[in-house]
Protein backbone atom coordinates (compact mmCIF):
# COMPACT_ATOMS: atom_id res chain seq x y z
CA UNK A 1 0.00 0.00 0.00
CA UNK A 2 1.45 3.46 -1.07
CA UNK A 3 2.07 5.83 2.28
CA UNK A 4 0.47 9.19 1.61
CA UNK A 5 3.15 11.65 3.07
CA UNK A 6 3.33 15.45 3.11
CA UNK A 7 6.72 17.73 2.19
CA UNK A 8 6.89 21.41 4.07
CA UNK A 9 9.50 24.28 3.64
CA UNK A 10 11.44 24.84 6.40
CA UNK A 11 9.86 27.19 8.46
CA UNK A 12 11.66 27.37 12.44
CA UNK A 13 8.52 28.23 14.58
CA UNK A 14 8.50 30.27 17.77
CA UNK A 15 9.99 28.75 20.59
CA UNK A 16 7.05 30.56 22.55
CA UNK A 17 5.34 27.70 21.47
CA UNK A 18 7.17 25.25 23.17
CA UNK A 19 7.42 26.92 25.84
CA UNK A 20 8.20 25.25 29.73
CA UNK A 21 6.14 28.13 31.73
CA UNK A 22 2.81 26.58 31.93
CA UNK A 23 4.21 23.35 33.37
CA UNK A 24 6.04 25.12 36.16
CA UNK A 25 3.15 27.21 36.63
CA UNK A 26 1.28 24.11 36.97
CA UNK A 27 3.71 22.41 39.11
CA UNK A 28 4.34 25.51 41.52
CA UNK A 29 0.31 26.24 42.02
CA UNK A 30 -0.34 22.43 42.98
CA UNK A 31 2.75 22.64 45.26
CA UNK A 32 2.26 25.71 46.79
CA UNK A 33 -1.34 24.39 47.06
CA UNK A 34 -0.10 21.48 49.11
CA UNK A 35 1.98 22.85 51.20
CA UNK A 36 -0.23 25.22 52.62
CA UNK A 37 -2.84 22.19 53.27
CA UNK A 38 0.26 20.63 54.63
CA UNK A 39 0.63 23.71 56.74
CA UNK A 40 -3.05 23.34 57.70
CA UNK A 41 -2.18 19.99 58.93
CA UNK A 42 0.67 20.95 61.04
CA UNK A 43 -1.96 23.41 63.09
CA UNK A 44 -5.18 21.50 63.23
CA UNK A 45 -4.62 17.61 63.38
CA UNK A 46 -3.51 17.18 66.72
CA UNK A 47 -5.54 20.05 68.21
CA UNK A 48 -8.55 19.81 66.36
CA UNK A 49 -8.91 16.46 64.80
CA UNK A 50 -8.47 13.58 67.87
CA UNK A 51 -11.86 13.54 68.77
CA UNK A 52 -14.35 13.12 65.52
CA UNK A 53 -17.35 13.32 68.36
CA UNK A 54 -16.55 17.33 69.39
CA UNK A 55 -18.28 20.09 67.35
CA UNK A 56 -14.31 21.55 66.32
CA UNK A 57 -13.64 18.47 64.16
CA UNK A 58 -17.12 18.97 62.59
CA UNK A 59 -16.10 22.92 62.20
CA UNK A 60 -12.59 21.94 60.76
CA UNK A 61 -12.48 18.67 59.08
CA UNK A 62 -15.72 17.52 58.02
CA UNK A 63 -16.80 20.66 56.22
CA UNK A 64 -13.43 21.30 54.30
CA UNK A 65 -14.29 17.46 53.74
CA UNK A 66 -17.70 18.43 52.43
CA UNK A 67 -16.51 21.39 50.68
CA UNK A 68 -13.57 19.61 48.82
CA UNK A 69 -15.41 16.68 47.29
CA UNK A 70 -17.98 18.93 45.85
CA UNK A 71 -15.62 21.41 44.74
CA UNK A 72 -13.42 18.49 43.09
CA UNK A 73 -16.75 16.87 41.67
CA UNK A 74 -17.77 20.49 39.79
CA UNK A 75 -14.33 20.62 38.61
CA UNK A 76 -13.88 17.07 37.05
CA UNK A 77 -17.38 17.35 35.16
CA UNK A 78 -15.95 21.40 34.15
CA UNK A 79 -12.47 19.98 32.80
CA UNK A 80 -13.44 17.09 30.46
CA UNK A 81 -16.78 19.55 29.35
CA UNK A 82 -14.91 22.10 28.27
CA UNK A 83 -12.11 19.84 26.77
CA UNK A 84 -14.48 18.18 24.65
CA UNK A 85 -16.64 20.88 23.68
CA UNK A 86 -13.29 22.61 22.30
CA UNK A 87 -12.36 19.53 21.07
CA UNK A 88 -10.50 19.56 17.30
CA UNK A 89 -13.36 18.76 14.89
CA UNK A 90 -11.23 19.01 12.10
CA UNK A 91 -7.97 16.63 12.88
CA UNK A 92 -7.23 15.84 9.42
CA UNK A 93 -6.02 18.97 8.22
CA UNK A 94 -4.28 20.09 11.54
CA UNK A 95 -0.30 21.54 10.34
CA UNK A 96 2.75 19.81 11.03
CA UNK A 97 3.63 22.95 13.53
CA UNK A 98 0.53 22.58 15.35
CA UNK A 99 0.26 18.71 15.89
CA UNK A 100 3.98 19.04 17.56
CA UNK A 101 2.78 22.08 19.77
CA UNK A 102 0.11 19.51 20.97
CA UNK A 103 2.34 16.94 21.97
CA UNK A 104 4.23 19.34 23.87
CA UNK A 105 1.57 20.42 25.54
CA UNK A 106 0.52 16.83 26.36
CA UNK A 107 4.04 16.27 27.49
CA UNK A 108 3.29 19.15 30.03
CA UNK A 109 -0.08 18.01 31.21
CA UNK A 110 1.82 14.21 31.93
CA UNK A 111 4.21 16.03 33.99
CA UNK A 112 1.85 17.67 36.62
CA UNK A 113 -0.39 14.50 36.40
CA UNK A 114 3.17 12.56 37.60
CA UNK A 115 3.90 15.54 40.35
CA UNK A 116 0.10 15.66 41.10
CA UNK A 117 0.51 11.76 41.89
CA UNK A 118 4.08 11.80 43.53
CA UNK A 119 2.08 14.37 46.31
CA UNK A 120 -1.33 11.86 46.55
CA UNK A 121 0.49 8.32 46.40
CA UNK A 122 4.07 8.87 47.74
CA UNK A 123 3.84 12.34 49.98
CA UNK A 124 0.39 11.80 51.75
CA UNK A 125 0.32 8.40 51.55
CA UNK A 126 3.55 8.17 53.53
CA UNK A 127 2.39 10.80 55.79
CA UNK A 128 -0.97 8.96 56.66
CA UNK A 129 0.63 5.36 57.68
CA UNK A 130 2.99 7.39 60.05
CA UNK A 131 -0.47 9.53 61.27
CA UNK A 132 -2.07 5.73 62.29
CA UNK A 133 0.68 4.47 63.61
CA UNK A 134 0.68 7.06 66.29
CA UNK A 135 -2.74 8.06 66.47
CA UNK A 136 -6.01 5.42 67.01
CA UNK A 137 -8.57 6.27 64.54
CA UNK A 138 -12.05 6.66 66.06
CA UNK A 139 -13.37 7.47 62.79
CA UNK A 140 -12.98 6.46 58.76
CA UNK A 141 -12.55 10.35 58.32
CA UNK A 142 -9.57 11.10 60.00
CA UNK A 143 -7.61 14.64 59.19
CA UNK A 144 -4.83 12.29 57.13
CA UNK A 145 -7.68 10.67 55.27
CA UNK A 146 -9.34 13.72 54.71
CA UNK A 147 -6.22 14.99 52.74
CA UNK A 148 -5.13 11.88 51.28
CA UNK A 149 -7.97 9.87 50.21
CA UNK A 150 -10.66 13.04 49.39
CA UNK A 151 -8.15 15.59 48.10
CA UNK A 152 -4.76 14.42 46.73
CA UNK A 153 -6.16 10.96 45.20
CA UNK A 154 -9.25 13.11 43.56
CA UNK A 155 -6.86 16.00 41.88
CA UNK A 156 -4.68 13.42 40.28
CA UNK A 157 -7.58 12.13 39.07
CA UNK A 158 -8.75 14.94 37.27
CA UNK A 159 -5.58 15.82 35.67
CA UNK A 160 -4.90 12.11 34.68
CA UNK A 161 -8.30 12.39 33.08
CA UNK A 162 -7.83 15.87 31.79
CA UNK A 163 -4.53 14.71 29.92
CA UNK A 164 -6.15 11.64 28.54
CA UNK A 165 -9.24 13.81 27.14
CA UNK A 166 -6.23 16.00 25.66
CA UNK A 167 -4.97 13.05 23.88
CA UNK A 168 -8.11 11.77 22.31
CA UNK A 169 -9.54 14.87 21.04
CA UNK A 170 -6.24 17.21 20.22
CA UNK A 171 -4.01 14.36 18.55
CA UNK A 172 -4.42 12.20 15.88
CA UNK A 173 -2.69 9.55 16.50
CA UNK A 174 -4.98 9.41 19.93
CA UNK A 175 -8.14 10.00 17.62
CA UNK A 176 -9.05 6.75 16.49
CA UNK A 177 -7.25 4.29 18.50
CA UNK A 178 -7.68 3.51 22.25
CA UNK A 179 -4.39 3.54 24.28
CA UNK A 180 -4.07 0.72 26.38
CA UNK A 181 -0.99 2.49 27.84
CA UNK A 182 -2.39 5.52 28.17
CA UNK A 183 -5.67 4.00 29.68
CA UNK A 184 -3.58 2.27 32.24
CA UNK A 185 -1.59 5.21 32.95
CA UNK A 186 -4.64 7.49 34.07
CA UNK A 187 -6.98 4.43 34.93
CA UNK A 188 -4.70 2.46 37.42
CA UNK A 189 -3.80 4.88 40.03
CA UNK A 190 -7.61 6.07 39.70
CA UNK A 191 -8.44 2.67 41.16
CA UNK A 192 -6.56 3.64 44.08
CA UNK A 193 -9.79 6.02 45.04
CA UNK A 194 -12.14 2.95 44.72
CA UNK A 195 -9.47 1.00 46.97
CA UNK A 196 -10.29 2.87 49.37
CA UNK A 197 -13.20 1.34 50.17
CA UNK A 198 -11.87 -2.04 51.01
CA UNK A 199 -9.08 -0.01 53.15
CA UNK A 200 -11.46 1.29 55.03
CA UNK A 201 -13.22 -2.41 55.72
CA UNK A 202 -10.30 -3.61 56.77
CA UNK A 203 -9.38 -1.13 58.78
CA UNK A 204 -13.29 -1.21 60.74
CA UNK A 205 -12.71 -4.66 60.91
CA UNK A 206 -9.30 -5.46 62.40
CA UNK A 207 -6.51 -3.96 63.89
CA UNK A 208 -3.07 -3.43 62.26
CA UNK A 209 -0.04 -1.85 61.21
CA UNK A 210 0.38 0.31 59.01
CA UNK A 211 2.43 -1.07 56.87
CA UNK A 212 2.54 -1.11 53.18
CA UNK A 213 3.47 -4.80 53.15
CA UNK A 214 -0.08 -6.08 54.75
CA UNK A 215 -2.24 -7.91 52.05
CA UNK A 216 -5.25 -5.34 52.82
CA UNK A 217 -3.25 -2.71 51.63
CA UNK A 218 -1.35 -4.33 48.56
CA UNK A 219 -3.95 -2.93 45.79
CA UNK A 220 -2.49 0.57 46.78
CA UNK A 221 0.90 -0.85 45.67
CA UNK A 222 -0.04 -2.55 42.77
CA UNK A 223 -2.42 0.18 41.34
CA UNK A 224 0.83 3.12 42.26
CA UNK A 225 2.46 0.64 39.89
CA UNK A 226 0.46 0.89 37.01
CA UNK A 227 1.85 4.59 36.86
CA UNK A 228 4.47 2.76 34.83
CA UNK A 229 2.88 2.51 31.60
CA UNK A 230 3.93 6.25 31.46
CA UNK A 231 6.77 4.50 29.53
CA UNK A 232 4.89 3.50 27.09
CA UNK A 233 2.90 6.42 26.55
CA UNK A 234 6.32 7.71 25.47
CA UNK A 235 7.08 4.81 23.50
CA UNK A 236 3.49 5.26 21.68
CA UNK A 237 4.08 9.27 21.41
CA UNK A 238 8.05 9.67 20.17
CA UNK A 239 7.91 8.22 16.87
CA UNK A 240 5.41 10.79 16.05
CA UNK A 241 7.07 13.30 17.25
CA UNK A 242 10.46 12.20 15.80
CA UNK A 243 8.65 11.99 12.73
CA UNK A 244 7.01 16.05 12.95
CA UNK A 245 10.10 17.24 14.03
CA UNK A 246 12.00 15.63 11.28
CA UNK A 247 9.40 17.73 9.13
CA UNK A 248 8.90 20.67 10.78
CA UNK A 249 13.01 21.64 10.80
CA UNK A 250 14.39 19.86 8.26
CA UNK A 251 12.07 19.87 5.36
CA UNK A 252 11.27 15.67 5.47
CA UNK A 253 8.23 14.12 4.17
CA UNK A 254 6.08 12.63 7.21
CA UNK A 255 2.88 11.14 6.97
CA UNK A 256 -0.12 13.26 6.28
CA UNK A 257 -2.78 13.38 9.74
CA UNK A 258 -5.54 11.60 7.76
CA UNK A 259 -2.79 9.13 7.33
CA UNK A 260 -2.06 8.64 10.97
CA UNK A 261 -5.66 8.60 11.94
CA UNK A 262 -6.19 5.59 9.57
CA UNK A 263 -3.15 3.50 10.49
CA UNK A 264 -2.45 5.29 14.01
CA UNK A 265 -0.34 2.15 14.99
CA UNK A 266 2.00 2.60 12.15
CA UNK A 267 2.71 5.96 14.05
CA UNK A 268 3.71 4.52 16.83
CA UNK A 269 6.23 2.26 14.84
CA UNK A 270 9.85 3.66 15.29
CA UNK A 271 10.25 2.04 12.20
CA UNK A 272 7.62 3.75 10.51
CA UNK A 273 9.63 7.09 10.80
CA UNK A 274 12.42 6.03 8.96
CA UNK A 275 10.48 5.06 5.46
Same mark, same amino acid.
Given at each position: ?6 A?T?A ?22 Y ?8 A ?15 ? /??M ?11 L ?17 ? +? ?43 R????T ?17 G????? /?A ?17 L ?8 P +???L ?11 E ?8 G ?12 G ?7 R ?8 Y /??K ?23
Open positions: MAQTTTTIIPERSLFSWNRMWLGVGLLSGWILVNLYERFAFTKGLDYTSAEYQT /YWNLLLAELALEAAFIAVCTWLWITRDKNLE +NISPVEELRRYWNLGLFIVVYTVAIYWGASYFTEQDGTWHQTVIDTDFPSHIIEFYQSYPIYIILVGSFM /YITRLPMFARAFSIPYAVVGSPLMIF +NVGNEFGHTRWFMELFVAPLHWFVAFGWGALAIMVWLQACPVYELMKQV /YGTAASPTKVMDEPEKAADPIYCEV
